[in-house]
């Protein structure tokens, strides 16, 4: 933890005391004429600088940089960063793990996803109980339940003005500390969208259709988008409360998509969009050949990506190997056997990524191997835990995958728990290659 107090050793690897590290940063503020404040675990260096005219850069203008050294402080970190150019704003959290630091652009999130929400609660309520107790609400998402209308689905997604408004409120409903309607919630950042090149999209065909009702068909909804243009459907595909509408022109996609919005279908009131492409080439299930199989999630106990509830605290379904899990999604297993070292043989060097997929059997191999190929950062696991009812520690792990390539982030976590620290990262390992 960064603390004036504590004695450190800079990057020569002398040691100063905190009386060193204020002289030096006093000594940076002179320099530069930034001011320094600290607030909210964090301190600021700048933001605006001296002499800033206008307002803040937009969004896109910031950077995240991660595992920066205990020892560093801003003396050091701010010469680093000002060969790239003129420092707007440096923002140093109170905590930093060591080794090689990582740079990638900052996502400027200002959606927080708010999980364990009463399911009778309606739009306007979530909203205003929000407004009560953060600030800079802009809206709130909220979606009715599959199979009830009436009721939402026990989670809701709030959208912020700005990234530090997020943050600010992220911070304030910390759960424990602010109960609305008497429930606990929970509080995350929401899992920003995936963002398709605007080429790609001029040649989308598809629109997605949510918040249909579980009853209404295939054949329904095929009837229903052709109502303005006899023929114009290729096919639909439902799953669950939404399906994927596929035409033959994108013009009449595009046409369907403006008179379909917010029809009436069986009763209940439809969402349609453009549907955003999936790059079949960097999937894992492509990457593995396609030996998965189509049943894995389910025999894996994954729920519906639609429904943000949690179905159990229990053992999760069939992990691969380990777990008897003959179910397992990958190669088939790996022939399990030792052999002698006999005098004389030679063993040669090599790198894991060298090897075929065939000689990994487990989930958190796989996903290393994976990243590995498609030039990705190695994947981060960041552990959780609960108390279930019966008092067991029960725990899951989060998996963070950033992409060196276009410096994009994503996180994964399933929504089982497990009682030992193994089956969680196996479990939380294959919960991200299947959703990859």
Not at 15 to 29: H, V, Y
Not at 303 to 322: I, W
Not at 398 to 421: G, N, R
């Amino acid at each position: 933890m960064h603390e004036e107090t504590k004695t450190a050793a800079n990057g020569c690897g002398k040691i100063r005391s905190g009386a060193q590290n204020g002289a030096a940063l006093l000594a940076l503020m002179e320099k530069t004429g930034y001011s320094m404040v600290q607030q909210n675990g964090q301190r600021k260096f700048g933001g605006p600088p001296p002499g800033w005219e206008g307002p803040p850069p937009p969004r896109g203008c910031e950077v995240f940089v991660g595992k920066i050294p205990r020892d560093m402080y801003e003396d050091e970190l701010v010469p680093v960063f000002e060969r790239a150019g003129k420092i707007y704003e440096l923002r140093l959290m109170m905590e930093f793990s060591g080794k090689f630091i990582g740079v990638c652009v900052s996502l400027d999130n200002c959606r927080l996803f708010i999980g364990a929400i009463p399911k009778d609660k309606k739009k306007e309520e979530i909203l205003n109980e929000m407004k009560k107790v953060t600030e800079g609400v802009v809206d709130v998402i909220v979606y009715p339940n599959a199979t009830d209308k009436t009721k939402n689905r026990g989670f809701a997604f709030v959208e912020y003005e700005s990234h530090r408004a997020a943050a600010m409120a992220r911070r304030r409903l910390i759960p424990g500390t602010f109960q609305p309607w008497g429930h606990t919630i929970q509080v995350d950042w929401a899992d920003p969208e995936k963002v398709v090149d605007e080429e790609t999209m001029q040649r989308v065909k598809v629109l997605y259709v949510r918040n249909l009702m579980i009853s209404t068909t295939e054949d329904k909804i095929k009837a229903e988008f052709n109502k303005f243009k006899p023929g114009v459907v290729e096919r639909v595909k439902k799953l669950r409360d939404y399906a994927f509408v596929h035409f033959f022109h994108r013009e009449d996609a595009v046409a369907a998509m403006s008179i379909m919005n917010g029809k009436c279908i069986d009763g209940a009131s439809i969402e349609v969009t453009l549907a955003k492409p999936v790059n079949k080439e960097s999937s894992w299930k492509q990457h593995f050949n396609g030996q998965i199989s189509p049943s894995s999630e389910n025999l894996l106990g994954f729920p519906n990506k639609e429904d943000g509830t949690q179905k159990s605290l229990g053992k999760p379904a069939s992990l691969s190997v380990r777990l008897n899990g003959q179910h397992s999604p990958g190669p088939p297993e790996v022939e399990r056997s030792t052999y002698p070292i006999f005098p004389g043989i030679k063993l040669t060097p090599i790198s894991m990524y060298s090897l075929k997929l065939s000689h990994f059997s487990s989930a958190v191999m796989h996903l290393d191997y994976f990243c590995h190929k498609n030039s990705w950062a190695p994947p981060e696991y960041c552990l959780y835990s609960t108390t279930s009812q019966d008092g067991k520690i029960l725990l899951v792990y989060k998996v963070l995958i950033s992409s060196i390539a276009d410096d994009s982030q994503s996180y994964f976590m399933p929504e089982k728990l497990c009682t030992t620290v193994e089956d969680a990262k196996e479990l939380a390992a294959q919960f991200t290659l299947l959703h990859l």
